[in-house]
C-alpha cells in the first residue's frame, strides 16, 4: 500500500534562508508526487508533480522537488524563503487503486520570521 | 479555464441539524470529484468520490453522505449532525485520465 510520510511537523526559518521540507513515500511502484500548499482557511495549490519524467520538479513560486528512488525521497526546497511562503505544504502520492486517489502526508507548518 | 465553487463558505450548525454542502465545476465535462475533511490539525480524509452522474465511492464510514445529481455538481450532506462532524471540507476535481487534482475554496463548518 501506498504511503506518505512527512518528517516534520513543523519548520521555521528566516525570511531569505534556504527551505527543506521532507518527505518520504512508499510504493510499490513508480508513483506520482505532488506537493500541495495551503494558505489559512483556503483551498490546497499545486505546488508542483512528479510524473517519472526528469527526477528535480520546477514548480511556482520558487519551489522545486528532487525525486530520489534511492532515498524514497521527495525534499521540497526553496533558495530563499519569502513571508509569503508561511503556509501549510501536503506531500502527496497517487494510489494505485484507481479513480485518481492521492494519499496525503500529515503536513508541514512552514513558519517565516522576518 | 475550469473553476471550482464551494458554498458556504462558512457555516455554524447546531448538533442534529441537518447539513447540505455544494460543490460546482466549470469549464469541463464528466470530472472525477471528491469531497475531503480536514479536522483541525490533521491532514486531509477522503471521504467520498465520484467517478460519474449517481455514482459515489465511500472511503470511510460515517455520518455523512454524498450525492451527484448532475454531471458537475457535488454535494455532501447529513441528516443530524455530531459535535465529530466539524472541519473544513474540501471539494476537489480531475480529469478522469490525470491524477492531479484541483481544490475549491472549501467550507469551514462548525457544529456546535
Known amino acids: 500500500a501506498q504511503s506518505v510520510t512527512q518528517l516534520d511537523s513543523h519548520v521555521s526559518v528566516s525570511e531569505g534562508t534556504p527551505v527543506l521540507l521532507r518527505c518520504n513515500y512508499s510504493s510499490s511502484y513508480s508513483p506520482s508526487l505532488f506537493w500541495y500548499v495551503q494558505h489559512p482557511n483556503k483551498g490546497l495549490q499545486l505546488l508542483l508533480k512528479y510524473t517519472s519524467a526528469a527526477t528535480l520538479v520546477k514548480g511556482i513560486n520558487g519551489f522545486e522537488a528532487e525525486f530520489k528512488k534511492s532515498e524514497t525521497s521527495f525534499h521540497l526546497t526553496k533558495p530563499s524563503a519569502h513571508m509569503s511562503d508561511a503556509a501549510e505544504y501536503f506531500c502527496?502520492?497517487?494510489?494505485?487503486?484507481?479513480?485518481?486517489?492521492?494519499?496525503f502526508g500529515a503536513g508541514t507548518r512552514l513558519a517565516v520570521h522576518p | 479555464s475550469q473553476t471550482i465553487h464551494q458554498w458556504p463558505a462558512t457555516l455554524v450548525q447546531p448538533v442534529g441539524s441537518p447539513l447540505s454542502l455544494e460543490c460546482t465545476v466549470e469549464g469541463t465535462s464528466n470530472p472525477n470529484l471528491y469531497w475531503y475533511r480536514q479536522a483541525a490539525g490533521r491532514g486531509l480524509q477522503l471521504l467520498f468520490y465520484s467517478v460519474g452522474i449517481g455514482q459515489i465511492s465511500s472511503e470511510v464510514p460515517q455520518n455523512l453522505s454524498a450525492s451527484r445529481p448532475q454531471d458537475r455538481q457535488f454535494i455532501l450532506s447529513s441528516k443530524k449532525l455530531l459535535l465529530s462532524d466539524s472541519g473544513f471540507y474540501l471539494c476537489?476535481?480531475?480529469?478522469?485520465?490525470?491524477?492531479?487534482?484541483?481544490f475549491g475554496p472549501g467550507t469551514r463548518l462548525l457544529v456546535l
Open positions: 476537489a476535481w480531475s480529469l478522469d485520465y490525470q491524477e492531479t487534482q484541483y
Open positions: 502527496v502520492v497517487s494510489d494505485t487503486g484507481g479513480y485518481n486517489k492521492l494519499i
